[in-house]
């Protein structure tokens, strides 16, 4: 079964430090997702991404973030000066376009500002 | 209020008994509402998804609909130890896809 797949698992930045988050997204998906969860917490919206451009963001997603399609597979999230508080883990998903269509979650990145 | 809200947990049944899982929503023009299911340290997995009103029934798991309520629930039938797990709803507002919303979540424990 096709699935959603990020890289790295985990990833250490030093706070400050500019991170790039990657997710390859199911091929014959067209919506692109980023949501977080940090430690025992909800699962919390930051974008959602179509044809190569946002078509949503929460107050989360702020000039700190960004996202890009760069070629036909991948979709990264970057954030350009990570804060002590983006900790988090870091959840990649797509879905195919329509009503009703599930958003299927690729494994997750385990980001850890220091 | 919460725009989705699940019922506090933490939840414990025994093996083999009916586990039931609530879920109530804000927004009346939601559309699509899915239950996924996460372990500890894992990603969401989706189990069960509802459009309409009604029950949907896959396997053990049947979700229930209600939009005048504005309620969706699960029920786990047969529940077994690997379904200890934390359960999240997640609410779709658009008509073409689009961002999720979802509950705190309800830990679930099925004791053997």
């Known amino acids: 079964e096709p699935e959603v797949t990020q890289t790295p698992s985990h990833q250490v930045t030093q706070m400050g430090q500019e991170v790039i988050l990657r997710c390859v997204p199911i091929?014959?998906?067209?919506?692109f997702y980023w949501y977080r969860q940090i430690l025992g917490q909800k699962v919390e919206f930051l974008v959602s991404f179509y044809n190569n451009e946002i078509s949503e963001k929460s107050e989360i997603f702020d000039d700190q973030f960004s996202v890009e399609r760069p070629d036909g597979s991948n979709f990264t999230l970057k954030i350009r000066s990570t804060k002590l508080e983006d900790s988090a883990m870091y959840f990649c998903a797509s879905s195919e376009i329509g009503r009703y269509q599930p958003q299927h979650f690729g494994d997750g990145t385990r980001l850890s500002i220091l | 209020q919460k725009e989705v809200e699940q019922n506090s947990g933490p939840l414990s049944v025994p093996e083999g008994a009916i586990a039931s899982l609530n879920c109530t929503y804000s927004?009346?023009?939601?559309?699509?509402f899915f239950w996924y299911r996460q372990y500890s340290g894992k990603s969401p997995e989706l189990i069960m998804s509802?459009?309409?009103?009604g029950d949907k029934e896959d396997g053990r798991f049947t979700a229930q609909l209600n939009k005048a309520s504005q309620y969706v629930s699960l029920l786990i039938r047969d529940s077994q130890p690997s379904d200890s797990a934390t359960y999240l709803c997640a609410v779709t507002h658009n008509t073409n896809a689009g961002k999720s919303t979802f509950g705190d979540g309800t830990t679930l424990t099925v004791k053997p």
């Open positions: 927004d009346r023009v939601s559309q699509s």
């Open positions: 091929s014959n998906h067209l919506y």
């Open positions: 509802i459009y309409s009103n």
